[in-house]
């Protein structure tokens, strides 16, 4: 266990939105990033990692406490890129290193690419990038049909068809219990978002292969030890086969930092501080 480390949160306004961020810790700058995956669901691995580090974490537009000015705009990959090299401008500790996780771990490799001043490496955890997989195509339909099934009203069939493209089990009673009955309205809204703005622009990213060779960005690509043979394993394997490098294995699935963050949080320093 850590001691609590004082949080210090703050609002960066950018053009067509309002980004919520914190900030905890001393030392070089790490940020932490999801997308929908907010601020709070990093925030016990960011207590263990801000003993050695600056942590700074965020609610991505969209989500939570960052409203877009207009909230049917998509939230593109590039656009959570900027965000991300404004929120490290603003807080002046870069260049930093940024673990992005799912959606997130796709906004950090754009920001790679775009501002490779700003980061010394990218850990990318899982990063959805369908468009990689040799069955693309077929995928392409899924998610469509997804999010159509979302826009019809039928919550629980959408998340459904999600975790089955995603090839994540997940019991009925436990669907019918997380996403059935009263729901937190945040909770919902933030849902609603990222099926209607946010999952198609993200799953249809296209990455860079050679040009994320090129920079001088340390490019690290991890995959929960739990998610073998899951759509986003599949994934991040097929990065790193085009990247020529080997992937580096977190402590559970896709969403390790939160069931188990102390153990996800010292991978994570392992990994980093590795030569």
Known sequence: MTASSAVTSGTLVV?????????????????LVGAPMNAASFAAAAEQLATTNTVLTTDPRG????????????????????????????????????????GGAVSALALAQTNPDLVTTVVAHEPPLREML??????????????????????????????????????????????????????????????????????????????????????IVGIGAESI?????????????????DPDLFPGDHTGFVSDPAAFAARLQEVLDEP
């Open 15 to 31: 053009p067509d939105a309002r980004l919520y961020y914190e900030v905890r810790g001393a030392g070089p700058l790490l940020v």
């Open 63 to 102: 989500h939570c406490a960052s409203p877009l000015n207009d909230p049917d705009q998509d939230s593109t990959v590039l656009a959570r890129a900027e965000d991300l090299a404004r929120l490290i401008a603003h807080v002046d500790a870069g260049p930093a290193v940024v673990f992005g996780s799912s």
């Open 134 to 219: 040799p069955d693309a195509d077929a995928q392409r339909a899924l998610t469509e049909d997804i999010i159509a099934t979302y826009a019809t009203g039928d919550v629980i069939g959408a998340w459904r068809k999600f975790f089955a493209q995603a090839q994540i089990l997940i019991p009925e009673p436990m669907l019918e219990q997380i996403f059935g009955g009263d729901r937190d309205p945040q909770q919902v809204a933030s849902e609603r978002f990222w099926f209607a703005h946010e999952l198609r622009p993200t799953t249809a990213w296209v990455p860079d292969p050679p040009l994320l060779r090129s920079i001088p960005t340390r490019v």
């Open 229 to 245: 043979g899951q759509f986003c394993d599949r994934t991040s394997r097929e990065l790193t086969s085009a990247l020529g490098i």
